[in-house]
């Protein structure tokens, strides 16, 4: 069993940075499809950042939305992801959710098909 524990969320600015982070336990986050993921009140969860198995490595995938602002990434002697955002805007105020999937397929994983969440970070954007 997956354990994933989301904090770095907070208050900030817009055209702030914040880094989350995702400490994993029970599996290696290098083993798995991890992505991140955003909820606002009412709506669908959304993905912003993945990064999934590819073959023998991993590749990175990010809605327009977020490219070129967002990077996902992972330090595997941590066994911790991160996403680092940058010039963050007011519609990115968000519950953040980390979470991995088993699958391996070579593409973005759908939300459905991820194993494993974490509790959420809020991350709010003040204009």
């Known amino acids: 069993q997956v354990q994933l524990v989301e904090s770095g969320g907070g208050l900030v600015q817009a055209g702030d940075s914040l880094r989350l982070s995702c400490a994993a336990s029970g599996g290696t986050v290098s083993s798995y499809a991890m992505g991140w993921f955003r909820q606002v009140p009412g709506k669908e969860r959304v993905l912003v950042a993945t990064m999934y198995l590819y073959w023998s490595g991993s590749r990175t995938y990010y809605p327009d939305s977020v490219k070129g602002r967002f990077t996902i990434s992972r330090d595997t002697a941590k066994n911790t992801l991160y996403l680092q955002m940058n010039n963050l805007k007011p519609e990115d105020t968000a519950v953040y959710y980390c979470?991995?999937?088993?699958?391996?397929?070579?593409?973005?994983?759908?939300?459905?098909?991820?194993?494993?969440w974490g509790q959420g970070t809020q991350v709010t954007v003040s204009s």
């Open positions: 979470a991995a999937g088993r699958a391996q397929r070579g593409a973005p994983l759908t939300l459905n098909e991820y194993d494993y």
